[in-house]
């Protein structure tokens, strides 16, 4: 019975998944709703930073491996001695074992190369002085909109830059880390890959005044951290936020809501579920009154 019902969930969730393929389809497109804004992207995917395998075959495999909060916290240490580690430097936030299979797995996707009993990322020439990739920023940002494309069938872009199309737009454009359209509606995300010691107030009013700009109907503020946000992020909101205007409230754990549609999240538990929680959340307070049937 018990495996019966998880067939029958798994069909539930590719049904909901192809509804929205053809929902995706009868909507406008995410081009639309930004010109609707008065905007339009003139830049976005920057590969400068972007550490993926160059063999596409290992695309997925990454992807799901981006899943994992541990990889990911590897992979930015990876980044900060890319030029030559060993894997003793390298093991802070998982064990001895899962470092090498980690090591093992980037020198399988042709990552790493191993020279002298050192390891470093390949892209990086030997007498090369700067960093070939300077932070893990540009790489998460792919990886949250490949959550968004994968796991809700959304229609997103990642490093994105936007300039005004007409006087329509009320902002002046600039960096969007992360736009998609989800069921027509626009979303936005701020993607922070620092940990909450590392932002500042300015960088919380810069979101929200993109966001206030692009006029999303849904905006995310996504910090990669498994701490808690009530500590810091949560007061820097509150302060950064128009006295009279809405406050943040625990939605569920350290997923925080701000008045209607936008939302604090970080990556504990899972990315996709937290941000499952979210459009859950704003799609059921957005739903239509259930029609009241006569006697």
Same mark, same amino acid.
């Given at each position: 019975?018990?495996?019966?019902?998880?067939?029958?969930?798994?069909?539930?969730?590719?049904?909901?998944? *192809?509804?929205?393929?053809?929902?995706?389809?009868?909507?406008?497109?995410?081009?639309?709703?930004?010109?609707?804004?008065?905007? +339009?992207?003139?830049?976005?995917?920057?590969?400068?930073?972007?550490?993926?395998?160059?063999?596409?075959?290992?695309?997925?495999?990454?992807?799901?491996?981006?899943?994992?909060?541990?990889?990911?916290?590897?992979?930015?240490?990876?980044?900060?001695?890319?030029?030559?580690? !060993?894997?003793?430097?390298?093991?802070?936030?998982?064990?001895?074992?899962?470092?090498?299979?980690?090591?093992?797995?980037?020198?399988?996707?042709?990552?790493?190369?191993?020279?002298?009993?050192?390891? *470093?990322?390949?892209?990086?020439?030997?007498?090369?002085?700067?960093?070939? &990739?300077?932070?893990?920023? !540009? !790489?998460?940002?792919?990886?949250?909109?490949?959550?968004?494309?994968?796991?809700?069938?959304?229609?997103?872009?990642?490093? @994105?830059?936007?300039?005004?199309?007409? *006087?329509?737009?009320?902002?002046?454009?600039?960096?969007?880390?992360?736009?998609?359209?989800?069921?027509?509606?626009?979303?936005?995300?701020?993607?922070?890959?620092?940990?909450?010691?590392?932002?500042?107030?300015?960088?919380?009013?810069?979101?929200?005044?993109?966001?206030?700009?692009?006029?999303?109907?849904?905006?995310?503020?996504?910090?990669?951290?498994?701490?808690?946000?009530?500590?810091?992020?949560?007061?820097?909101? +509150?302060?950064?936020?128009?006295?009279?205007?809405?406050?943040?409230?625990?939605?569920?754990?350290?997923?925080?809501?701000?008045?209607?549609?936008?939302?604090? &999240?970080?990556?504990?538990?899972? @990315?996709?579920?937290?941000?499952?929680?979210?459009?859950?959340?704003?799609?059921?307070?957005?739903?239509?009154?259930?029609?009241?049937?006569?006697?």
């Amino acid at each position: 019975m018990e495996q019966a019902g998880l067939e029958e969930l798994e069909l539930l969730r590719e049904e909901v998944k *192809r509804l929205r393929t053809m929902l995706s389809l009868c909507t406008p497109s995410l081009e639309a709703l930004l010109k609707r804004r008065g905007f +339009e992207i003139y830049r976005k995917a920057p590969g400068g930073d972007l550490l993926l395998p160059a063999d596409g075959k290992f695309l997925e495999g990454w992807y799901e491996a981006m899943k994992h909060y541990s990889f990911r916290l590897f992979l930015r240490d990876v980044i900060k001695h890319q030029e030559g580690f !060993t894997p003793e430097s390298v093991t802070r936030y998982a064990t001895a074992g899962v470092t090498g299979e980690y090591i093992r797995y980037l020198s399988e996707t042709g990552i790493l190369e191993e020279v002298d009993g050192h390891y *470093r990322l390949k892209r990086v020439p030997p007498l090369k002085k700067k960093p070939g &990739i300077k932070s893990f920023g !540009t !790489t998460l940002e792919w990886f949250t909109a490949q959550v968004l494309l994968h796991e809700f069938q959304a229609q997103a872009e990642w490093g @994105v830059k936007l300039k005004k199309k007409s *006087r329509l737009g009320r902002g002046i454009g600039g960096d969007y880390d992360v736009i998609a359209k989800v069921d027509g509606m626009l979303l936005y995300m701020e993607v922070k890959s620092s940990p909450p010691k590392q932002i500042y107030l300015n960088e919380i009013k810069a979101f929200l005044e993109r966001a206030e700009g692009l006029a999303p109907d849904i905006s995310i503020f996504f910090m990669d951290t498994e701490l808690r946000m009530k500590d810091k992020i949560v007061p820097m909101f +509150e302060e950064a936020l128009p006295p009279s205007g809405p406050r943040p409230s625990r939605l569920y754990k350290e997923i925080f809501s701000i008045g209607d549609g936008m939302f604090i &999240i970080n990556a504990k538990g899972s @990315v996709a579920m937290n941000m499952e929680r979210v459009l859950g959340n704003y799609f059921s307070s957005h739903r239509p009154s259930p029609l009241r049937l006569k006697d």
